[in-house]
Nanobody
């Protein structure tokens, strides 16, 4: 079965950096989109970034553009990273990765993903 496992969350001071990892196993579809989402207490889950494996096309939300970057591991192809720099208190949230099969280079910015990880908490103070 498909399993997505996030890691790398933690507590950091404003201005700091974190790298989140998402390790996927059991994927039966390719190419696919891998997305990062976040959900703060009392708020809706929102898309942060996405990567399409077919063409290595990436998407980053305007709210984090210039500070966050998504990338795929060059050797462990089913591992994705979210590099977060210049973190702000408003970046505090549970961060989730998700995957879905996709046949275009445009990954959805909605929650329409097939498989989800359990999330990793990021707290910025």
């Amino acid at each position: 079965h498909v399993q997505l496992v996030e890691s790398g969350g933690g507590s950091v001071q404003a201005g700091g950096s974190l790298r989140l990892s998402c390790a996927a196993s059991g994927l039966t579809y390719s190419p696919y989109c891998m997305g990062w989402f976040r959900q703060a207490p009392g708020k809706e889950r929102e898309a942060v970034a996405a990567h399409y494996t077919g063409t290595a096309t990436t998407y980053v939300a305007d709210s984090v553009k210039g500070r966050f970057a998504i990338s795929q591991d060059n050797t462990k192809k089913n591992t994705m990273y979210l590099d977060m720099n210049s973190l702000k208190p408003e970046d505090t949230a549970m961060y989730y990765c998700a995957s879905r099969p996709n046949w275009s280079s445009t990954c959805p910015q909605t929650l329409d993903y097939t498989h989800w990880g359990q999330g990793t908490q990021v707290t910025v103070s």
